[in-house]
């Protein structure tokens, strides 16, 4: 398993663009890079996700370098509603283990006023 | 299209009583999850269902047991509940364990408070 490094907790304001940046050194060639998003009192909920360079929806953006060993998601403006946790998950290889998803405790993005 | 929901959303248990918890998916999933998420942790899995007809043991399998009744529904069931499995439950459901695009869906979760 690819274990992942990202910060405890990040603070920011409204209409300011958040850069929140995983670490995974071990991650292998076929696994993806997912981010998930919880709110409080629900399950968490898919954002993005890609294997290489860039990707972006209405959402987000994933930013990952050649090496694969790191990966930045960014949120463009964000608003109030932004405050949440925050996983970065490295995806098994197919076929091997559990087939469940590894959640770290995640980045607490706390947005202020 | 409800997604994935879990039934009851909130629910209070002695030690040593059992219970059991719904999951039901309407995405015609062929893999479904259970995990629990300890305040200001991450999410653990408990059991998982492959596909229909196949559960296996997750990283915290020890007192909880599943049953994948159909493709839609999977449960979890505490034969004797214990104040350490006070926690929020949740279940998850996605298309395919092949898939290496692992989008998983979650519930609501369950909150379970074991006195």
């Known amino acids: 398993l690819a274990k992942t490094t990202q910060p405890i907790s990040m603070d920011s304001y409204e209409g300011q663009e958040v850069n929140i940046t995983c670490s995974h050194n071990?991650?292998?060639?076929?696994?993806?890079i997912t981010w998930y998003q919880q709110f409080p009192s629900q399950g968490p909920r898919f954002i993005i996700q890609?294997?290489?360079t860039k990707v972006t929806n209405e959402v987000a953006s994933l930013f990952i370098p050649a090496d694969r060993k790191s990966s930045t998601l960014s949120l463009p403006r964000v608003s109030l509603s932004d405050t949440a946790v925050y996983y970065c998950?490295?995806?098994?290889?197919?076929?091997?283990?559990?087939?469940?998803?590894?959640f770290g405790k995640g980045t607490h993005l706390i947005i202020q006023p | 299209n409800a997604g994935v929901t879990q039934t009851p959303k909130f629910q209070v248990l002695k030690t040593g009583q059992s219970m059991t918890l719904q999951c039901a998916q309407d995405m015609n999933h062929n893999s479904m999850y259970w995990y629990r998420q300890d305040p200001g942790m991450g999410l653990r899995l408990i059991y998982y269902?492959?596909?229909?007809?196949?559960?296996d043991k997750g990283e915290v399998p020890n007192g909880y047991n599943v049953s994948r009744l159909n493709k839609r529904e999977f449960s979890l069931r505490l034969e004797s509940a214990a104040p350490s499995q006070t926690s929020v439950y949740f279940c998850?459901?996605?298309?395919?364990?092949?898939?290496?695009?692992?989008?998983?869906?979650f519930g609501p979760g369950t909150r379970l408070l074991v006195l």
């Open positions: 071990n991650i292998a060639t076929n696994d993806y």
């Open positions: 269902s492959a596909s229909e007809g196949t559960t």
């Open positions: 890609g294997y290489k």
């Open positions: 998950l490295v995806g098994e290889p197919v076929g091997g283990g559990a087939d469940g998803l590894t």
């Open positions: 998850a459901s996605s298309e395919s364990p092949i898939s290496r695009v692992k989008t998983q869906y």
